[in-house]
């Protein structure tokens, strides 16, 4: 009997170490690519806005901003967001829902203004998820814009919740 449990513990002591060898293998791995980054990366200067490329193609930037129930904040941060973005070519795309009149007004009131600004009234009643929001905004305009052969540099995402 003693013999059976002294298996046993041999075995079970053996699975643990194999367990904790594979961990340990794994975080080595993770270390050791740490540390050929940091070595890497040790030879590049930081980069800052002084020495960052100057593109001459920047290409267009979408933002893309689910909203919902947000009319109270829409307005504020997409009038602060156009004032303050530095780029020549860039939309904000804002995701809305047909049954948040109240947002839709909201943003609508900001997108007659500027045509930066592109509304995007999905095809379901909200609240929906904000995957199934963004997922709207990309089968929009920003699609077709690739489609066309324009480059799309960049794709953003806000979240204007006032939390």
């Not at 060898?21 to 050929?36: Q, R, T």
């Not at 100057?54 to 829409?74: K, S």
Request: glycine share 10%; aromatic share 8%; proline share 5%.
């Amino acid at each position: 009997m003693l013999a059976i449990v002294d298996v046993l513990a041999f075995e079970a002591m053996l699975f643990a170490a194999v367990g904790l060898l594979i961990g340990g293998l794994d975080d080595l791995g993770i270390d050791l690519l740490f540390l050929m980054r940091h070595v890497h990366r040790r030879g590049m200067g930081r980069w800052s806005v002084a020495n960052l490329p100057n593109w001459t193609n920047r290409g267009t930037v979408a933002v893309f901003v689910p909203a919902w129930d947000e009319a109270a904040v829409i307005g504020g941060m997409l009038r602060a967001a156009l004032a303050r973005f530095d780029h020549a070519d860039y939309r904000i795309y804002v995701g809305l829902y047909p049954n948040d009149p109240d947002c839709i007004a909201a943003a609508r009131a900001v997108a007659d203004g500027d045509p930066r600004v592109r509304l995007v009234i999905g095809p379901r009643d909200g609240p929906t998820t904000k995957a199934d929001c963004l997922n709207t905004l990309w089968r929009s305009e920003p699609r077709r814009v690739c489609r066309r052969s324009q480059l799309l540099r960049g794709r953003g995402y806000d979240e204007q919740d006032d939390e």
